[in-house]
C-alpha cells in the first residue's frame, strides 16, 4: 500500500513564504505525477500545480509567477514553495500522485491527509 505524508503547513502572514513537502512511501514502482489540490473553506478542491516524471510543470493561473513545484524522483518526495502567499491562498493543501505499485495492478491516484496553510492580514 502506498501512503503520501504532507508536511509545511502552518500560519504565515501575507506576504510571507511557505514550502510544502510530500513524502511517499510503501510499495512503489514509479510515480508518473505529483501534484499539488487544495480546498479553501466553502469552495471545491482545486488543482494548484502539477510536476511530470520528466519535470514537466503547470500551475494554476492564481499561484503562476508565485509558487514553484519541484521533485526528488530518488526520494519520492516533491515540494511545494509558495512565496507571496495572500489571504486567499488560506486552504487545505493535499498532495497527489499517479502512480505503479508493486502490490496493485494498474495506474493507482493517491491522495495525502492535507495539511492546513492560513495566510492572515
Known amino acids: 500500500q502506498v501512503q503520501l505524508v504532507e508536511s509545511g503547513g502552518g500560519l504565515v502572514q501575507g506576504g510571507g513564504s511557505l514550502r510544502l513537502s510530500c513524502a511517499a512511501s510503501g510499495s512503489i514502482l514509479s510515480i508518473s505525477t505529483m501534484g499539488w489540490y487544495r480546498q479553501a473553506p466553502g469552495k471545491q478542491r482545486e488543482l494548484v500545480a502539477f510536476?511530470?516524471?520528466?519535470?514537466?510543470?503547470t500551475y494554476t493561473d492564481s499561484v503562476e509567477g508565485r509558487f514553484s513545484i519541484s521533485r526528488d524522483n530518488a526520494k519520492h518526495t516533491w515540494y511545494l514553495q509558495m512565496n507571496s502567499l495572500k489571504v486567499e491562498d488560506t486552504a487545505v493543501y493535499y498532495c497527489?500522485?499517479?502512480?505503479?505499485?508493486?502490490?496493485?495492478?494498474?495506474?493507482?491516484?493517491?491522495w495525502g491527509q492535507g495539511t492546513l496553510v492560513t495566510v492572515s492580514t
Open positions: 510536476i511530470t516524471r520528466s519535470g514537466r510543470t
Open positions: 497527489n500522485a499517479g502512480l505503479y505499485s508493486d502490490s496493485e495492478v494498474g495506474y493507482l491516484e493517491v
